[in-house]
C-alpha cells in the first residue's frame, strides 16, 4: 500500500482569529509576569486552549467568590458585561483587558442603537458569551436567533440591530427579510466580523472544490458551528473533529482531495496534527469509513 496522495486544500485564515490569538498572547504573557492569573469563565470555547493556559498558570473560575485578589483578572474575548466589569473594579482587582477589540466596537454600536430611542435586537445565540456581553451594555435588549424567532416579533416603530461576531450572513439576511414587514423604522449594524466572513467564505469554496471537508473546532465553538453549516450546504460529506483523535482516518478511502478548515479558536498546533494524520495515511483496500455526515 502507498502513503496517502489526498490533496490537501486548507482554507485561507481558518484558525486562531486575531482577536483570540491576541488574549491568548495576553493570558501567557500575564502568567509570565505574575505567576498566576485568573479569568471568569473560558478565555476562548476551545478545551485544548483552556487546559494549555491552564499549565501555564492562567486559571478558569466561575466565581467572584473564587477569584484571589493577590492576582490580576482576565477578561476574556467574548467580552463581559459592565456589571460584571464594575464589580472586579469594585474589588480593587488589577484587570487585564483581553476583550476582541472588534467585540468592543458591536458594544458602542448597540449603545448608539439605544441612544436614537430604537429598541435593540441582536441576530445571536442565546446563552452565548458574546451575546450576553453585547445584552448587557444596554438596558434591555431582545436576541433573535433565527427567522422563526423574528416571525413571532410583534410590529415595532422604531428598531436597531447588532449581529454576533460569527453569525452568518445567511442568518442575518434570513432574519432581516422577515423583520422588514413589521418595523416601520429599521437600522442594521453589520457586526458580523471580517475574520468570519473570510472563514465563511473559504468553507463555502473548500466545499465546493474538494470531495470531502474537515471542520477542526470545539462542539461548544460558535463559530466552528456555523462554518459547518455552510460546508453542509455544499458537501455532505463533511466531519466535524476537535483533534487529530477524532479523525476517523479510514472514512478518506477513495477520497482524492480534502478541504480542512478550523473554527477560531482552534489552536495551530491541533490543525497541524489533523494534517500530519493525513499525510501518514496509507488506504485500505475495500474499507469505507462511516463518520461523513
Keep these: 500500500?502507498?502513503?496517502?496522495?489526498?490533496?490537501?486544500?486548507?482554507?485561507?485564515?481558518?484558525?486562531?482569529?486575531?482577536?483570540?490569538?491576541?488574549?491568548?498572547?495576553?493570558?501567557?504573557?500575564?502568567?509570565?509576569?505574575?505567576?498566576?492569573?485568573t479569568m471568569l469563565g473560558n478565555i476562548v470555547h476551545n478545551e485544548t486552549v483552556v487546559k494549555d493556559l491552564e499549565k501555564k498558570g492562567v486559571f478558569v473560575v466561575d466565581s467572584f467568590d473564587a477569584i484571589d485578589p493577590r492576582y490580576p483578572v482576565l477578561l476574556r474575548a467574548h467580552g463581559s458585561t459592565p456589571a460584571v466589569e464594575e464589580t472586579l473594579?469594585?474589588?480593587?482587582?488589577?484587570?487585564?483587558?483581553?476583550?476582541?477589540?472588534?467585540?468592543r466596537e458591536i458594544h458602542k454600536?448597540?449603545?448608539?442603537?439605544?441612544?436614537?430611542?430604537?429598541?435593540?435586537?441582536?441576530?445571536?445565540?442565546?446563552d452565548h458569551d458574546e451575546v450576553v456581553g453585547i445584552a448587557g451594555q444596554v438596558s434591555q435588549a431582545t436576541i433573535v436567533a433565527?427567522?422563526?424567532?423574528?416571525?413571532?416579533?410583534?410590529?415595532?416603530?422604531?428598531?436597531?440591530?447588532?449581529?454576533?461576531?460569527?453569525?452568518?450572513?445567511?442568518?442575518?439576511?434570513?432574519?432581516?427579510?422577515?423583520l422588514l414587514p413589521k418595523v416601520m423604522d429599521l437600522r442594521v449594524i453589520n457586526t458580523i466580523c471580517a475574520p468570519s466572513r473570510l472563514y465563511q467564505q473559504e468553507a463555502e469554496r473548500i466545499a465546493r472544490e474538494n470531495d470531502a471537508v474537515l471542520i477542526i473546532g470545539s462542539p461548544n465553538s460558535a463559530n466552528t458551528r456555523r462554518l459547518a453549516e455552510v460546508v453542509k450546504q455544499f458537501n455532505h460529506r463533511a466531519m466535524v473533529i476537535a483533534s487529530a483523535n477524532e479523525l476517523d482516518i479510514d472514512a478518506?478511502?477513495?477520497?482524492?482531495?480534502?478541504?480542512i478548515t478550523a473554527g477560531a479558536s482552534t489552536p495551530d498546533c491541533v490543525i497541524q496534527e489533523v494534517i500530519e494524520k493525513i499525510k501518514r495515511y496509507k488506504p485500505k483496500e475495500g474499507y469505507h469509513g462511516k463518520k461523513f455526515l
Excluded: W
Excluded at 8 to 25: S, T, W
Excluded at 116 to 122: A, D, F
Excluded at 253 to 258: D, E, F, K, L
Design 1 to 37: 500500500m502507498k502513503e496517502s496522495s489526498i490533496k490537501i486544500d486548507l482554507a485561507k485564515g481558518c484558525g486562531f482569529c486575531g482577536g483570540v490569538r491576541r488574549a491568548v498572547q495576553m493570558a501567557e504573557e500575564a502568567a509570565k509576569d505574575y505567576m498566576h492569573v
Design 89 to 103: 473594579y469594585a474589588m480593587g482587582l488589577t484587570i487585564l483587558d483581553a476583550t476582541c477589540p472588534l467585540v
Design 109 to 126: 454600536a448597540i449603545k448608539d442603537i439605544e441612544k436614537e430611542g430604537r429598541i435593540c435586537l441582536i441576530v445571536g445565540d442565546h
Design 146 to 178: 433565527s427567522p422563526d424567532e423574528a416571525k413571532k416579533l410583534p410590529t415595532i416603530k422604531k428598531a436597531g440591530i447588532v449581529v454576533q461576531s460569527t453569525q452568518t450572513q445567511a442568518n442575518l439576511q434570513a432574519v432581516v427579510a422577515e
Design 252 to 259: 478518506l478511502n477513495g477520497v482524492h482531495s480534502i478541504g
